[in-house]
């Protein structure tokens, strides 16, 4: 498979590297605007240096797409011209509009589009499904330290996102009503947030983010009937209670069956091209198809628009001038 990356900044100069190493995968080119960080990426893995990604796409069967969200429609319709298969990092796009419109055309051509929603392919979460039988609630706290990436879009999109796709990847049933707050601090976007999430069946999912703190937290604590799942997703870890049915101890709480498990090896970004390359090779439907990441991006905007609803900007203003 003859394999290229577009745009190879921060994340994307990784996708080369990936590509690379494996087996079965020629890494044609980088293509980048950035004519020095082209150069760079392309001499580390010993391919060509593109600065127009539309040359680039003459010479590849794939690409992973890396580029600022608001490029996203724009390149992904000149891949499908291309006739070329796409990893589209996250989110799939700007609006809802433009993923369905990116959809629509790669299923019209046959194409292969995989979203990039890397906590998918943390082991971690790989290794909690097996214990997932009805969430009725759901903690989810992604707080990271800021960072000068990322900034185009609000802490929604760049973050929540992730915990987001995951949350309605578990919960089997439909989205009902949200529950949001947020405020911008750093950036001109939303850069800390609240959303609680309420299903049809009952199920509530409260999730919190942050991209303005001093330390990094990314869990997730699911309960259920019975049972608790505790998901570390920075240090891969995951942590499973079961109780122990009509077994008690001396104050009354049922005892608990408690296992855990660590995979300080795993690495989601070459778990996460693996399955594209597979999915190329085999025409077969990832398991963060198109449509799975048009869901997620449904209710990342619903969050946006309720935040920016609810915000007086005037006030915000007044602060951040100091006035």
């Given at each position: 498979?003859?394999?290229?990356?577009?745009?190879?900044g921060?994340?994307?100069?990784?996708?080369a590297?990936?590509?690379k190493?494996?087996?079965?995968v020629?890494?044609?080119?980088?293509?980048?605007?950035?004519p020095?960080?082209?150069?760079?990426?392309?001499?580390?893995?010993?391919?060509?240096?593109?600065?127009?990604?539309?040359?680039?796409?003459?010479?590849?069967?794939?690409?992973?797409?890396?580029?600022?969200?608001?490029?996203?429609?724009?390149?992904?319709?000149?891949?499908?011209?291309?006739?070329?298969?796409?990893?589209?990092?996250?989110?799939?796009?700007?609006?809802?509009?433009?993923?369905?419109?990116?959809?629509?055309?790669?299923?019209?051509?046959?194409?292969?589009?995989?979203?990039?929603?890397?906590?998918?392919?943390?082991?971690?979460?790989?290794?909690?499904?097996?214990?997932?039988t009805?969430?009725?609630?759901?903690?989810?706290?992604?707080?990271?330290?800021?960072?000068?990436?990322?900034?185009?879009v609000?802490?929604?999109?760049?973050?929540?996102?992730?915990?987001?796709?995951?949350?309605?990847?578990?919960?089997?049933?439909?989205?009902?009503?949200?529950?949001?707050?947020?405020?911008?601090?750093?950036?001109?976007?939303?850069?800390?947030?609240?959303?609680?999430l309420?299903?049809?069946?009952?199920?509530?999912?409260?999730?919190?983010?942050?991209?303005?703190?001093?330390?990094?937290?990314?869990?997730?604590?699911?309960?259920?009937?019975?049972?608790?799942?505790?998901?570390?997703?920075?240090?891969?870890?995951v942590?499973?209670?079961?109780?122990?049915?009509?077994?008690?101890?001396?104050?009354?709480?049922?005892?608990?069956?408690?296992?855990?498990?660590?995979?300080?090896?795993?690495?989601?970004?070459?778990?996460?091209?693996?399955?594209?390359?597979?999915n190329?090779?085999?025409?077969?439907?990832?398991?963060?198809?198109?449509s799975?990441?048009?869901?997620?991006?449904?209710?990342?905007?619903?969050?946006?628009?309720?935040?920016?609803?609810?915000?007086?900007?005037?006030?915000?203003?007044?602060?951040?001038?100091?006035?």
């Open positions: 498979m003859k394999a290229g990356v577009i745009g190879v921060y994340l994307g100069k990784y996708h590297q990936k590509y190493a494996m087996d079965g020629e890494l044609v080119g980088v293509a980048d605007v950035d020095e960080a082209a150069e760079a990426s392309a001499k580390e893995n010993e391919c060509l240096a593109f600065s127009d990604y539309r040359e680039l796409l003459k010479h590849v069967d794939a690409v992973s797409v890396v580029v600022p969200t608001s490029m996203h429609h724009q390149v992904a319709l000149e891949c499908i011209e291309a006739g070329v298969d796409m990893l589209m990092e996250k989110p799939i796009s700007t609006t809802v509009e433009e993923a369905d419109d990116i959809i629509d055309k790669c299923d019209a051509k046959g194409l292969v589009l995989q979203v990039g929603h890397l906590e998918r392919f943390n082991p971690a979460v790989q290794a909690m499904e097996p214990f997932l009805v969430p009725v609630f759901i903690e989810s706290q992604r707080i990271s330290t800021f960072k000068n990436r990322g900034v185009d609000d802490v929604i999109l760049d973050l929540m996102i992730h915990d987001i796709d995951i949350i309605l990847n578990i919960i089997k049933s439909p989205l009902e009503t949200i529950h949001t707050v947020g405020a911008p601090v750093v950036t001109d976007f939303t850069d800390i947030a609240n959303a609680r309420i299903f049809e069946n009952g199920a509530t999912a409260n999730v919190t983010v942050s991209r303005i703190a001093r330390t990094n937290t990314r869990r997730m604590r699911i309960f259920q009937p019975g049972s608790f799942i505790n998901v570390d997703f920075a240090n891969r870890k942590m499973t209670m079961k109780l122990k049915k009509g077994v008690f101890q001396k104050n009354g709480m049922p005892k608990q069956d408690i296992s855990a498990n660590s995979f300080p090896e795993g690495d989601a970004l070459n778990l996460e091209i693996l399955h594209f390359v597979e190329v090779q085999n025409r077969t439907t990832p398991l963060v198809s198109g799975e990441g048009r869901r997620a991006l449904d209710v990342a905007l619903q969050v946006i628009k309720q935040i920016k609803d609810h915000q007086k900007l005037g006030v915000y203003a007044e602060d951040m001038s100091g006035n």
